[in-house]
Structure formats: C-alpha cells, structure tokens
C-alpha cells in the first residue's frame, strides 16, 4: 500500500512538473530567422527578403512572466499581413529550423488536444480583405453583386449559425461542433453572440450581413475554434464608432483572461488599444524598425517622426535630398501624417507626441471646390422602405416632408452635390447604394427615379436597363473589390471603367487610352512595386519652377521635363495583374476605375479604407483636383509635413485629367473622418434599423479645423 500511495505520489509530482515545464514553453519562437514568399534564388529581385534576423516569441503561459500583448504597426498592409502569415507558419524561413513552435509540438499538449496543436488551427489569422463575397470562406460565396440582395433563399444561403459552427457544406459533417467537447463549445458560442452583438442575426443568411456584420463574424467564428493565438489584420477597418468601442472592449476582455491571446496589426492612424503592452514598427521594405515594449518604443518615436519622403526607400533619399538642394539626416522614417481616432479609445502615435512632431498641415482652401449649383435630380427617393419578409431594414422611421410626416426615405441628389452617408453598421447605407446603381432587385417596386426616370417603362418612354444606368456611375467598395477579378492586369482593370461588367470588353477610343496612361504614371508608385522615385523627384523638380514670369531658358526646361514625364513608359500596367497588388494598391485601381471615365455620379463606399495616409490623401487631392494639384511628400528634416502645390503640368497647360468636376455628383460612406474627402459638403446619418428614430440630414463644416462636424454626424 505505501509503495503504491509512493509511486502515484511520485508520478503525479512528475507530471506537475512537466506540465509546469511545458508551460514555460514559447508558443511560436523565432530565432535570427529570414523570410521569403518563394524559395529563395540567386539574384531573384522579384523575392525580397522580409524580417532579416528577426528575433520574436510569445510565451504561452502569461502567468509565468509579464503579459505580452503585441501590436504590429506599419503604413504597408503587405508587411503587416506578411508579419501575421509568418507567425501562422506560412512561407519559407532560412534557415528553415529557425523559426518552432515548442509548447504546441510538446507531447504533454499534443496528447491533450492534438486538434489544435497545429500551427494553423492553433493560431487563427482573421483577415477583414473579403475575397469572394460577405464571408470568404462561408460556403455562401455569391456569383454577382445583386445576390446578397435577393429575399429567395438557396440551399446554398447558409445561416450566420450555420457559419459560426462550421456547417457550410451541403452534407456537413458533426465532428467540428461535437468534438466530444459540445457542452463547452456551446457556452462559447452563447458567450461569443453575445458579446459581439451577433445574437440577433444568427438565422440570418451570412450573405445579406453587411461589412461591420461580416466583420464582428469572422472574429466569432475564429473565435469558434478556442485558438492559442488570435491575429487580426485591421479590425477596426469599416466599422462605425459604436461599433469600435464595443470590438475593442471586448478585445480587451480577451487580452486580460490571455484565452486567447491577442495580436493585432494595425494602420498608425488606428486607435491604439490600452491594453496593447508590446510594438512591432515594420517598414515599407518588410524590416522591422522598432520592437519591443510600448513604452520604449514610444520613447524612440520622436526621433523617427522626422518628415521624410513616405514613399521612397533608403536608397532613394539621397537623391530627394539633392533635388532639394540639401542633405536631410537620413532617418527611417514613422507615417509623420498619423491620424487622431474617432474619440478618446486609445491613443494614436501621434497623439502621444502631439507636441513633438509637425503636425498635419493641408491647405483646405484648395480641395474645397464650390459644385455647380443646379436643379437637375439625379436621384430621387420618395419613400423608399426595404424590407425582406417582417424585417425592415431601411426606412423605418417618419421624415417632416414639406412640412408633413411622411413615411420611409425621402431624399434627393442633384447634379453637382457632394454628399456623405454615415449610419451605424446594417443601418442601410450599402442598401442605398445598391439601389441606385441598380443591383437592388426592389429597385423596380420602389418610388425610385434614376437620372430622371424610373426603372419601369411608362407610356411612350422605355425604362432605363441597368447598363444604361451603370454607364453613368463610377463605383468603387468593398463589394465591388469582393467580386472583382483577380486575374486582369492593372491596366485592364482601370479600361474596365468603359465596360458593361467586370468580363466584358471595354470600347476605348484614342483619348481614353491617353487618360489611362496620365492616370498610371501619376499612381505609378502607388500601382507599380518596382517603381523608383524617379517620378516623385521630377515633380518636385518641376515645383521649383513655380515661378511668374518663367524665363526662357526656366521654359525650356520645364518642357524637357514635362516631356520626360509624359513619355514615361507604362507597360508595367500590361504585365502586372490586379492580385499581385497590395491591398491598398488595389483600393487605388478600384478608384480610378470609378473616377476615370468621368461618369454623373460617383459613389466611393469606404474607397479609401487599406491605404496609408499619404497615398489616401493623394488620392482625394486627385478626387478634387486631378494633376492640377500635387500633393507634395515633406523632404527633409527641416520641410513641413505634406502639402498642396500647383503642378508643372498645370502652368504648360497639359493637364490630361481635372479632378471631380461641378456637374458631377458624389455619395461617399466612411466611417473613419479622415477618409470623408473634403469635397463633401452634405451629410445624412441613418439612424439604428429598427429603432423608429429618424433619419438626419446636415451639413459639414468647410474649414473642419476641429471634431465638431464629425461629432455633430454621430450625435455626440
């Protein structure tokens, strides 16, 4: 009896030493490891190598030391999401035994659970980059825009349960929600609904939520699978303030219990979390430019906020710095043009150095263009209500009609008008939109006019076919970028502006192509990743000769360079397909598809969301201006921060694109106020479906020199 009660005394003393061995354990550890997307060749330009000598780990249990909540932070998308895949296991690590994850290959948790002991299970990267409709991997994909629209239900129209617990498959097997673990998933899948808001929606087809639903689903359904590790790539992106503030209250439910634990890549005009303890600062060219804990990497800051060029690499600044006339210290630089939150959430970058670094200086003056002022309707809703079954899901409220309480949406967009649509997530704001361009079935029983006429025929007057009135609009949105090709190149991506669908073949005359080829020189950085500065430092050389009157030797060479830049070539837009490009290189190509043609309306919903914030506001100076203004990077350590100048090509009078012009309409959705273009003038919010309130209309402040048009949208 005693050398039993020995021997199990001894075999339980060793198995709780072990098992406080094991925890002890890194989950991922990363020891002086390089990275590369393909097999790593000699002299193979087209594979960079990404986190040269990276050094990192996670510890797997908190207790055992100080918790290590990690941010990773950068301008790139790519580098942050290339980050994310390397901690998940993905591409090639040299040498190949640097890179392990011992807590989850040790035998003690590998016996366990062996499920979630691979890399890929155990941590879980949820990505907000929608690849084919709603939900990517849902099983409810969608073939066209209009389907998430249509109230019939397919057998392949799974439910946001159906989702969450894994049955999107037509004979879905019952092993991933009853892995003898039914009772405990079961509470995590109450706790998870409800915590994200998502209770009520669970019976509805994952393809009609919108993109904050959609958003708060993944995170769930990553959720789901009770993960070690849990990545997420810019969560805050395309949801609406409220929204923000309960993901990231619950962000911080999970980073304090540590299960699971959480990393997040953010954009350095994100809000940072308090909660966040450890940064990692990547640079444009995938290295690691600052690592350690917040507060040390916070006193580091300041040093690297000097205003330098955003765009040009190391190699390149020399070059910047002689096309001024002065030599910058050369500094890797941090986003200079770093983005307050929406409200006090957490601290930004540049917040927490407001008084150390430039500030963001733009010349409002120029990008507020004054619309021609007509009464000629481009949209016309009088009424409008949505519903699908009992569920209303817009125009639930009563509106003071000419002086009249009217139900459902009465609204009105004239010829030249700017406005803005901002609403809580499922508010309607996307519905909207697709009934203006048609891709709402109920588009042809509701009081709806389209550039003055309805869908329906009436007597002696055909009805407008939706090519007919998609040829008037230029779109750009997360829908659109859902469902967009892949595997056109650049170029055919922004001719498809001339095309009826994203297949079809555009009929382009000789001045189209000439549109084209201005539009991806001025966007070559942004388009091109083997492009050089050479672009960026012939403008700014043009901008020296800024001066009236030009003698003639100044004019002379103002045409030599002009010529230079017009005769630059751009094949690259032939060869380079749409999916090599960068998230945000994409968002570009998607907005000059909407913008190049020139179209009546132009409807950008959160066009700008993915892109860093200078290329963001490059592009809404193009919005306005075109290549009249050039939005001019700062040049050294001396130069203030980024601000508007007059183009060369505008004094030779060879602009080839204007910007938005005064007979054009715009409606623009964002939930983030930086990303509004200041071209906007009139706002409507939506209020929360269902609710009965009323829908509320304004207009914003032009100088917007405070928070207080933004605060005035959101009623708070």
Same mark, same amino acid.
């Given at each position: 009896m005693r050398?039993?009660?020995?021997l199990?005394?001894?075999t339980a003393?060793k198995?709780?030493e072990?098992i406080?061995?094991?925890?002890?354990?890194?989950i991922?550890?990363?020891?002086n490891?390089t990275?590369?997307?393909?097999y790593?060749?000699?002299d193979?330009?087209?594979n960079?190598?990404?986190?040269?000598?990276?050094?990192?780990?996670?510890?797997?249990?908190p207790s055992?030391?100080?918790?290590?909540?990690?941010?990773?932070?950068?301008?790139?998308?790519?580098?942050?999401?290339t980050?994310l895949e390397v901690?998940?296991?993905?591409?090639?690590?040299?040498?190949?035994?640097?890179?392990s994850?011992?807590?989850?290959?040790?035998?003690?948790?590998n016996?366990?659970?062996s499920y979630?002991t691979l890399?890929a299970?155990?941590?879980?990267y949820v990505?907000?980059?929608?690849?084919s409709g709603a939900?990517?991997?849902?099983?409810?994909k969608?073939?066209?825009l209009s389907?998430r629209?249509e109230?019939?239900?397919?057998?392949t129209?799974? +439910? #946001?349960r159906?989702?969450l617990? @894994? *049955?999107v =498959?037509?004979?879905? %097997?019952?092993?991933?929600f009853q892995?003898?673990?039914?009772?405990?998933q079961q509470?995590?899948f109450?706790?998870?609904?409800?915590?994200?808001?998502?209770? +009520? #929606?669970?019976e509805?087809?994952v @393809? *009609?939520? =919108?993109n904050?639903? %959609?958003c708060?689903a993944?995170?769930?359904k990553?959720l789901?699978a009770?993960p070690?590790i849990l990545l997420?790539d810019?969560p805050?992106?395309?949801l609406d303030?409220p929204t923000?503030?309960?993901i990231?209250?619950?962000?911080?439910?999970l980073?304090?219990?540590?299960d699971?634990r959480i990393?997040?890549?953010?954009?350095?005009q994100?809000?940072?979390p308090?909660?966040v303890?450890?940064i990692?600062y990547?640079?444009?060219?995938?290295?690691?430019?600052?690592?350690g804990?917040?507060?040390?990497?916070m006193k580091a800051?300041p040093?690297w906020?000097?205003?330098?060029?955003?765009?040009?690499?190391k190699?390149?600044?020399k070059?910047?710095?002689?096309?001024?006339?002065?030599v910058?210290?050369l500094?890797p630089?941090?986003?200079?043009q770093?983005?307050?939150?929406l409200?006090?959430?957490?601290?930004?970058?540049?917040e927490?150095?407001?008084?150390?670094?430039?500030q963001?200086q733009?010349d409002?003056?120029?990008?507020?263009i004054?619309?021609?002022?007509?009464?000629?309707?481009?949209?016309?809703?009088?009424?409008?209500?949505?519903?699908?079954?009992?569920?209303?899901?817009?125009?639930?409220?009563?509106q003071?009609?000419d002086?009249?309480p009217?139900?459902?949406?009465?609204?009105t967009?004239?010829?030249?008008?700017?406005?803005?649509?901002?609403?809580?997530?499922g508010?309607g704001?996307?519905?909207?939109?697709?009934?203006?361009?048609?891709d709402h079935?109920?588009?042809?029983?509701?009081?709806?006019?389209l550039?003055?006429?309805?869908?329906?025929?009436?007597?002696?007057?055909?009805?407008?076919?939706i090519?007919d009135?998609?040829?008037?609009?230029?779109?750009?949105?997360?829908?659109?970028h859902?469902f967009f090709?892949?595997n056109v190149?650049v170029?055919?991506?922004?001719?498809n502006?001339?095309?009826?669908?994203?297949r079809?073949?555009?009929?382009l005359?000789h001045?189209?192509?000439v549109?084209?080829?201005?539009?991806l020189?001025?966007?070559?950085?942004?388009?091109?990743?083997?492009a050089?500065?050479?672009?960026?430092?012939?403008?700014?050389?043009?901008q020296k000769?800024?001066k009236?009157?030009?003698?003639a030797?100044?004019?002379?060479?103002?045409q030599?360079?002009?010529?230079?830049?017009?005769d630059?070539?751009v094949d690259?837009?032939?060869?380079?397909?749409?999916?090599e490009?960068s998230?945000g290189?994409?968002?570009?190509a998607l907005?000059?598809?909407?913008?190049?043609k020139?179209?009546d309306?132009?409807?950008?919903?959160?066009?700008?969301s993915?892109?860093d914030?200078?290329?963001r506001?490059k592009?809404?100076?193009?919005?306005?201006?075109?290549?009249k203004?050039?939005?001019?990077?700062?040049t050294?350590?001396?130069?203030?921060?980024?601000?508007?100048?007059?183009?060369?090509?505008a004094?030779a009078?060879?602009?080839?694109?204007s910007?938005?012009?005064?007979?054009?309409?715009?409606?623009?959705?964002?939930?983030?106020?930086e990303?509004?273009?200041?071209?906007?003038?009139?706002?409507?919010?939506l209020?929360?479906?269902?609710?009965?309130k009323p829908?509320?209309f304004?207009?914003?402040?032009k100088?917007?020199?405070?928070n207080t048009w933004?605060?005035?949208?959101w009623n708070v």
């Amino acid at each position: 009896m005693r050398v039993s009660a020995f021997l199990s005394f001894s075999t339980a003393s060793k198995t709780s030493e072990l098992i406080k061995a094991v925890r002890k354990l890194p989950i991922v550890q990363i020891q002086n490891a390089t990275f590369f997307k393909r097999y790593p060749l000699p002299d193979d330009v087209s594979n960079p190598a990404w986190f040269p000598d990276l050094a990192f780990s996670i510890p797997s249990d908190p207790s055992t030391s100080e918790p290590e909540r990690w941010a990773i932070i950068s301008r790139s998308s790519t580098a942050k999401t290339t980050f994310l895949e390397v901690l998940q296991g993905q591409h090639f690590c040299v040498p190949p035994t640097a890179r392990s994850y011992p807590y989850l290959s040790s035998p003690t948790v590998n016996l366990h659970n062996s499920y979630t002991t691979l890399p890929a299970r155990a941590i879980q990267y949820v990505g907000f980059y929608s690849k084919s409709g709603a939900l990517g991997d849902s099983g409810s994909k969608g073939a066209y825009l209009s389907a998430r629209y249509e109230s019939r239900r397919e057998s392949t129209d799974f +439910s #946001l349960r159906d989702y969450l617990e @894994g *049955n999107v =498959s037509l004979n879905p %097997s019952e092993e991933l929600f009853q892995r003898g673990e039914k009772g405990r998933q079961q509470r995590t899948f109450d706790d998870v609904t409800l915590r994200l808001n998502l209770a +009520s #929606l669970l019976e509805l087809p994952v @393809g *009609n939520l =919108s993109n904050g639903q %959609s958003c708060r689903a993944r995170i769930a359904k990553a959720l789901m699978a009770k993960p070690e590790i849990l990545l997420l790539d810019e969560p805050f992106m395309g949801l609406d303030p409220p929204t923000i503030d309960m993901i990231s209250e619950f962000l911080d439910y999970l980073a304090c219990k540590s299960d699971p634990r959480i990393i997040l890549a953010l954009r350095p005009q994100d809000p940072l979390p308090e909660w966040v303890t450890h940064i990692v600062y990547l640079d444009l060219e995938g290295h690691v430019a600052l690592k350690g804990e917040r507060t040390e990497v916070m006193k580091a800051l300041p040093t690297w906020l000097r205003p330098s060029l955003l765009h040009l690499k190391k190699r390149e600044l020399k070059l910047e710095a002689e096309a001024v006339d002065e030599v910058p210290t050369l500094q890797p630089s941090i986003d200079p043009q770093i983005s307050a939150p929406l409200d006090q959430r957490g601290d930004t970058l540049e917040e927490k150095y407001a008084g150390q670094a430039p500030q963001r200086q733009m010349d409002l003056s120029l990008l507020n263009i004054q619309p021609e002022s007509s009464n000629e309707a481009i949209v016309e809703m009088n009424g409008v209500k949505v519903q699908y079954g009992d569920r209303q899901v817009l125009g639930s409220w009563q509106q003071i009609v000419d002086g009249e309480p009217k139900h459902g949406l009465w609204w009105t967009v004239s010829r030249g008008q700017r406005w803005g649509i901002f609403g809580p997530n499922g508010s309607g704001k996307t519905t909207i939109l697709s009934l203006i361009c048609s891709d709402h079935p109920q588009t042809y029983s509701l009081p709806i006019k389209l550039f003055g006429q309805s869908r329906l025929p009436t007597p002696g007057r055909p009805g407008k076919s939706i090519f007919d009135i998609q040829s008037n609009i230029g779109h750009s949105s997360p829908e659109v970028h859902a469902f967009f090709p892949r595997n056109v190149t650049v170029r055919q991506t922004i001719e498809n502006a001339w095309a009826n669908t994203f297949r079809g073949k555009p009929m382009l005359t000789h001045e189209n192509d000439v549109v084209i080829d201005a539009c991806l020189r001025w966007f070559e950085y942004e388009l091109n990743p083997q492009a050089s500065s050479t672009d960026a430092i012939d403008i700014l050389q043009q901008q020296k000769l800024q001066k009236e009157p030009l003698s003639a030797w100044s004019k002379a060479k103002l045409q030599r360079l002009l010529d230079k830049y017009t005769d630059r070539d751009v094949d690259w837009a032939d060869s380079l397909l749409f999916g090599e490009l960068s998230t945000g290189a994409q968002r570009v190509a998607l907005l000059l598809r909407a913008l190049i043609k020139k179209p009546d309306l132009v409807i950008l919903d959160e066009a700008f969301s993915g892109m860093d914030s200078y290329t963001r506001d490059k592009c809404m100076t193009f919005l306005a201006h075109g290549e009249k203004i050039i939005l001019s990077p700062p040049t050294g350590a001396r130069q203030l921060p980024k601000h508007q100048l007059p183009t060369a090509l505008a004094q030779a009078g060879r602009i080839v694109i204007s910007g938005l012009e005064k007979r054009q309409a715009l409606i623009c959705i964002s939930h983030v106020k930086e990303e509004v273009p200041s071209v906007v003038t009139d706002w409507m919010c939506l209020p929360e479906p269902n609710e009965g309130k009323p829908v509320r209309f304004g207009r914003t402040d032009k100088s917007r020199t405070d928070n207080t048009w933004w605060n005035e949208i959101w009623n708070v």
